[in-house]
């Protein structure tokens, strides 16, 4: 075809408004962009079918006006971002082509261009990865195709070719889109619109129906379910898939009858079929009876449900608990492996820096072997122990043997003395640099600790009787006491001086948030000067750890 | 002035400023738009086009009890359906503002304070 009129040109709108129009469904449920709200297909629609009436009413030999006539209907029946956006497109198309009474293939492809570049010319940020996109593309497409081939068929195939390959990188562009797993909306509702034009230029008839996976669909689908929803908001459970393949001798299949009786049982409902194979997608509080119903038309080839109570509050948790151990596998190239006991001393370690805590104390220390497999596990390819326990240093010592990178201890014997040696930690320098001033910080810090007597006993010259509460400071037994109150105070007054700054109280399991807030209550009234810090720790056997910087 | 939140850990105040940013950057990207006008300088239908780095200026924030108000000032490309791109700039601006700071806008009212009319 070496010249386009009026007449035709009307001709190929009303088909790529029909095939637009048959598609809508399908392009509302890929939208996610710029707001997720499913609307994209019924705007663009829309505003299409109001550019084809008008088309149709004012249709003349001579395709300027036709032309004029598109840009008008879809001008007064824009609706959406998508909508304006096409009626943009064929603005600047209208425009270009208005005292002309038929194209050429240059021509048309030169109208496509300078339609592309009205549309550009109406927004301040173009977003990259939407039907602008898709359309500049095409059009650029269209342009070099038509230096060379006059035959305006050819130049609208590899027109409407290039646009399907622009839609398909559309995720590349537009993060939200890969995020999701989706093209984007408007770029494939511009693509109906062009492959109408295409087969009505052909003289075929319109490609089959989108025979889109239904993974798309799906992804959109999540995604909007997922915006703004707290997990015990989800009222269906169980996102169910099957897939029936249909059998001639059971009920006879209607989609449209399958859809409504699927429709009770929950939402997000997605049902696509053919000849042979009916593909559901529901969010159901009754999976079986989504399974008994795929089973009254054939056989179920492929089941699959989720429970995503399970599965939202795991996407939720993670959001919130960036050092939950669920991310113990993250990978460390510069790691500071460290032991605790007690899952409150390892959350405030791990908020402070430690890549990894070992869960360990005093009755259940780790092994050499756990240390090292912990190295492993976080990918580490250099990495600092610190032990916060005078007990496991030489099980530490022994790890640095064992492992074949860039490792070494720092001697820390308390959790004070740990939290210390993890603030001094500078990433940029040497593991032996580090492992240098890490040790130089422990001095700053002085560790007391309460913890119960297990025995009579006298040691360091403090008469100790059974299940009494032992104060230690920096190590020393400094009281024995049957109150705990007492033992907690004696650490205090013992451990701050003058260059005391900042007291950090770690409570645990045998005491209470109360006593702890009242151990904090008497050292603000004995230092004015100090700062006091409570964390629950949630460790057993020392009701108090203490740490005075 | 700030927008005050409360959660059962404390207080966040959001700056009006950053409400502002946060509005017109979202604005911005609205297909239609060409650019925000200041809210102050409107005279003979002669609108100044605020340079990117201040259409802040063309958004006021507005608190009311515990309502939010957002005004935009805009200015729209010739030949667009307007009613439909201030719809746009409405949708994109509530949803936006609900995503990064979650919070809910009462409303968003749109001042269309000029077309501009590209050079085909």
């Known amino acids: 075809m070496q010249s386009l009129d ?3 040109f009307a001709e190929m709108v009303q088909m790529g408004a029909h095939h637009l129009f048959q598609n809508a469904n399908y392009v509302d449920s890929l939208n996610v962009f710029p707001v997720p709200d499913g609307d994209t297909g019924t705007n663009m629609n829309l505003s299409m079918t109001s550019g084809a009436k008008e088309t149709e009413l004012q249709a003349s030999e001579n395709i300027g006006k036709t032309a ?11 609706r959406g971002n998508s909508g304006v956006i096409l009626s943009q497109l064929f603005r600047g198309f209208g425009k270009f082509i208005e005292k002309e009474a038929t194209i050429n293939a240059k021509g048309f492809a030169n109208a496509f261009q300078a339609g592309v570049d009205t549309a550009y010319k109406a927004v301040m940020k173009p977003v990259e990865g939407t039907i602008l996109t898709v359309a500049r593309e095409a059009a650029k497409k269209g342009v070099e195709v038509a230096e060379t081939e006059n035959d305006i068929i050819a130049v609208m195939e590899a027109f409407t070719a290039e646009a399907k390959a622009s839609l398909e990188r559309t995720p590349d562009l ?19 619109v062009y492959e109408g034009f295409l087969a009505s230029l052909k003289g075929e008839p319109l490609p089959k129906k989108n025979d889109a996976t239904l993974d798309d669909l799906i992804n959109a689908e999540h995604h909007r379910a997922q915006d703004f929803m707290n997990t015990a908001d989800i009222e ?10 249909l059998e001639e001798e059971k009920e006879p299949f209607s989609e449209e009858q399958f859809r409504n009786e699927l429709n009770p049982l929950g939402d997000s409902l997605l049902v696509i079929s053919d000849e042979e194979i009916a593909k559901v997608h529901i969010h159901s509080e009754q999976p079986g009876a989504v399974l008994a119903m795929g089973q009254k038309y054939g056989s179920l080839i492929k089941i699959k449900v989720d429970n995503m109570r399970e599965q ?8 919130h608990k960036a050092s939950a151990p669920t991310t113990k596998t993250e990978k460390h190239p510069y790691a500071i492996v460290t032991i605790a006991m007690g899952e409150g001393v390892a959350e405030l370690l791990r908020s402070i820096g430690a890549s990894y805590v070992i869960e360990g104390g005093q009755t259940m220390n780790p092994s050499t072997e756990d240390i090292v497999k912990a190295v492993k596990e976080i990918g580490a390819e250099k990495v600092l122990i610190l032990p916060n326990n005078k007990n496991i240093v030489m099980a530490a010592e022994q790890a640095v043997e064992l492992l074949d990178i860039e490792a070494a201890v720092v001697p820390t014997k308390t959790i004070p003395q740990g939290m210390a040696a993890i603030l001094a930690f500078n990433p940029e320098a040497a593991v032996a640099v580090n492992q240098a001033t890490m040790t130089d910080a422990l001095a700053n810090v002085k560790t007391g600790q309460v913890t119960y007597a297990v025995r009579d006993t006298s040691i360091d010259g403090v008469e100790i009787h059974k299940d009494d509460f032992m104060a230690l400071a920096e190590g020393k037994i400094v009281l024995s006491t049957p109150a705990l109150k007492d033992a907690a105070e004696k650490v205090i007054t013992d451990l701050v001086d003058e260059d005391a700054e900042i007291v950090t109280i770690i409570y645990g399991e045998d005491t209470t948030e109360e006593n702890a807030a009242s151990l904090a209550k008497f050292i603000e009234e004995s230092y004015p000067d100090v700062e006091v810090e409570l964390f629950n720790g949630k460790q057993g056997l020392y009701p108090y750890i203490i740490s005075v910087e | 002035m700030s927008i005050e939140l409360n959660n059962e850990f404390g207080q966040i105040d959001i700056s009006t400023d950053v409400l502002a940013q946060i509005a017109g950057g979202a604005a911005i990207e609205c297909y239609g738009i060409v650019g925000m006008a200041s809210k102050h300088q409107v005279r003979d239908g002669l609108t100044d086009i605020l340079r990117k780095e201040n259409f802040a200026k ?8 515990e309502d939010l108000h957002i005004d935009m000032y805009i200015i729209v490309s010739y030949g667009t359906k307007i009613s439909e791109v201030a719809y746009q700039v409405q949708s994109k601006v509530k949803y936006t503002v609900d995503k990064t ?11 269309v304070q000029g077309v501009r009319v590209a050079n085909v």
Do not use: W
């Open chain 1, 6 to 8: 009026g007449l035709k």
């Open chain 1, 68 to 78: 004029q006539a598109l840009s008008k209907g879809l001008l007064m029946g824009a």
């Open chain 1, 174 to 192: 537009l993060p939200v889109l890969k995020e999701v797993g989706v093209v984007d909306s408007g770029g494939q509702g511009l693509l109906f």
């Open chain 1, 236 to 245: 269906f459970g169980y996102c169910t898939e099957i897939m029936v393949r």
């Open chain 1, 312 to 319: 939202h509050s795991a996407i939720v948790g993670e959001d």
């Open chain 2, 58 to 65: 063309g958004v006021v924030i507005r608190q009311h009890d």
């Open chain 2, 101 to 111: 700071l979650g919070m809910s806008v009462k409303s968003v009212n749109i001042f």
